[in-house]
């Protein structure tokens, strides 16, 4: 097999960190050329659960930009190394720590959470349930934007419980988890199973409970499943991406059960608390950063912590690829993909010239109550740049459009987002109009 040249290779990774996005993990840097025979390029991921990452969210990724680096029509594997066994984030799940479920993730815990003004309620009400399950706030329910630490926050809570009730039985799942599980104990019969499984927990854990929207039957299995864990002062812990009264087609009588105990919002970190996010989150990955690049990676990040956590995937496999430090200068160029400046520029009224364009409708369509799949569509394309390529909140987005709530604009980008991962052209067509708004602007 032929080795990969050096600068190949340093091609498909500027590719990678101009277009990865938040499909970049930390892990990334840790990725290696095999050889490149036959039109297939080898890549070594670092452990199992890496590679199925990789061929599940990055195999287009990557191979575009081999195409792009080779002028061929070559394509990508991965491969694992068999001994590796550590992993990232929820992507990647690592060695169990909660007995016969879901593996949590070695490195969420309450020690390397960084808790700002944002999330410091979240933070201690965490905490005070790991004490006393069942008795302090239950249920608590954690809710806020993506990316700003409600899942590390859950599985520090699963570490810690197990750490100080070794005999407790905690259950931590997917919301989405539990519904497929359920339809499945339906269809096989093993409804009796189903239930002893998760009404016997001492804590049952669920993330993304927002996904029990307009599912009524799940809805119904829940509500007994959290009354019985509830009579029996078991632990309850919920996530959401928005609030018990924001989630659509949520029966009230859930939603009154949601509220029981505490609700407690995480918001985006501020400057302060994202320089302390990156000097953590570089420490864990043994990565140096001086504290100028920190304060750039800050500055020009404002996101949430998983962007954080990708800007500095991108400084350190720039810096491993070319076997240059970090500094400003290559900190700068990692982070060009972002375009910070631009980003600021673009407004939801250049997104909307440019969409109306495209798909040659009117703007009066677009802001009005129509919903036929001709206006419903490019409206949703623009909600999605907008969020993707402006600072707008939610609420902002949605007055640009007829003023439809945040709820809306959220279900809009994730179609969009779904979309574009299963639609080759889409997603060029979501590019070449990124590309076109960032020159414009």
Request: charged share 25%; with cysteine; net charge negative.
């Amino acid at each position: 097999m032929a080795q990969v040249d050096a600068g190949i290779w340093q091609s498909i990774i500027q590719h990678v960190i101009s277009h990865g996005g938040g499909l970049i993990r930390p892990w990334f840097s840790d990725l290696e050329p095999v050889a490149m025979d036959h039109g297939l390029l080898e890549i070594q991921a670092p452990g199992p659960a890496q590679q199925r990452y990789l061929e599940q969210h990055a195999s287009r990724l990557f191979t575009e930009g081999a195409q792009q680096a080779t002028g061929r029509l070559v394509g990508v594997c991965f491969v694992a190394t068999a001994t590796a066994v550590t992993a990232d984030d929820e992507d990647a799940p690592a060695a169990a720590a909660v007995p016969d479920e879901v593996p949590v993730n070695p490195d969420y815990t309450f020690e390397t959470f960084v808790a700002g003004p944002c999330s410091r309620l979240a933070h201690a009400a965490c905490q005070a349930v790991c004490e006393s399950p069942g008795q302090a706030y239950n249920p608590l329910f954690v809710h806020g934007d993506v990316g700003l630490g409600k899942t590390h926050l859950l599985h520090a809570i699963c570490h810690e419980i197990v750490r100080r009730h070794g005999d407790s039985r905690v259950v931590m799942l997917s919301c989405e988890a539990f519904v497929n599980q359920f339809i499945e104990a339906v269809q096989e019969g093993k409804l009796h199973e189903f239930r002893y499984r998760y009404r016997q927990a001492d804590a049952l854990i669920i993330d993304d409970v927002q996904f029990l929207a307009g599912r009524e039957q799940t809805q119904e299995e829940f509500f007994h499943t959290f009354n019985t864990l509830y009579q029996m002062q078991k632990q309850i812990v919920l996530s959401s991406d928005r609030g018990p009264a924001e989630i659509p087609d949520l029966e009230k009588r859930l939603v009154s059960r949601f509220n029981w105990g505490l609700v407690t919002r995480v918001d985006k970190p501020s400057y302060e608390t994202r320089v302390a996010i990156v000097r953590k989150k570089a420490a864990l990955r043994s990565i140096r950063l001086g504290d100028d690049v920190v304060c750039l990676i800050a500055a020009t990040v404002d996101s949430n912590t998983r962007e954080l956590e990708g800007a500095i995937a991108k400084v350190a496999m720039l810096a491993k690829v070319y076997d240059r430090p970090i500094d400003l200068k290559l900190t700068a160029e990692a982070l060009g993909a972002h375009e910070p400046s631009a980003r600021r520029e673009i407004t939801i009224d250049l997104i909307l010239e440019a969409v109306t364009s495209r798909f040659g409708v009117r703007l009066a369509d677009l802001q009005s109550k129509k919903r036929s799949r001709s206006i419903a569509f490019p409206r949703q394309v623009c909600m999605y740049l907008a969020r993707t390529l402006t600072k707008h909140s939610l609420e902002e987005i949605g007055g640009y459009f007829g003023g439809r709530d945040h709820t809306t604009v959220l279900h809009a980008n994730r179609t969009i987002a779904a979309r574009r991962g299963q639609d080759a052209e889409l997603n060029a067509m979501l590019e070449n109009l990124s590309r076109e708004l960032q020159r414009s602007a």
